[in-house]
């Protein structure tokens, strides 16, 4: 059974950072592509940041660029986000989701940017709060 949990969120002054993390289960790591999404309140689902795991090729929205950055620890089936220069409007609650590799790279950074359709499995989200 495939298993995602994120951990990490929390409550942090405007300018802060929190590293997310996301503990991967019951599939081959190395397989998979994991995508980093969040959800403000009142806003649709949002698209940020992904990896593949096999090769660690990474993707980001132009929203974060730069402020946020991904990255996996493939001998702990773990994926992070750190997070630095967090702003108000960051706040929201933060998912993982995993993709097989195998439907391709173009698939899943479309998934970040267009609608996560090519996503099958969800953590059940991490809240962040960023406090102006």
């Known amino acids: 059974e495939v298993q995602l949990v994120e951990s990490g969120g929390g409550l942090v002054q405007a300018g802060g950072s929190l590293r997310l993390s996301c503990a991967t289960s019951g599939f081959t790591f190395d397989d998979y592509a994991i995508g980093w999404f969040r959800r403000a309140p009142g806003k649709e689902r949002e698209g940020l940041s992904c990896i593949r795991n096999s090769d660690g090729v990474t993707y980001y929205t132009d929203s974060n660029k730069g402020r946020f950055t991904v990255s996996s620890d493939n001998a702990k089936n773990v994926v992070y986000l750190q997070m630095n220069s967090l702003k108000h409007e960051d706040t929201a609650v933060y998912y993982c989701?995993?993709?097989?590799?195998?439907?391709?790279?173009?698939?899943?950074?479309?998934?970040?940017?267009?609608?996560?359709?090519?996503?099958?499995?969800w953590g059940e989200g991490t809240q962040v709060t960023v406090s102006s």
């Open positions: 989701a995993a993709v097989k590799s195998l439907v391709g790279w173009k698939d899943i950074v479309d998934g970040i940017r267009y609608g996560p359709y090519v996503y099958d499995d």
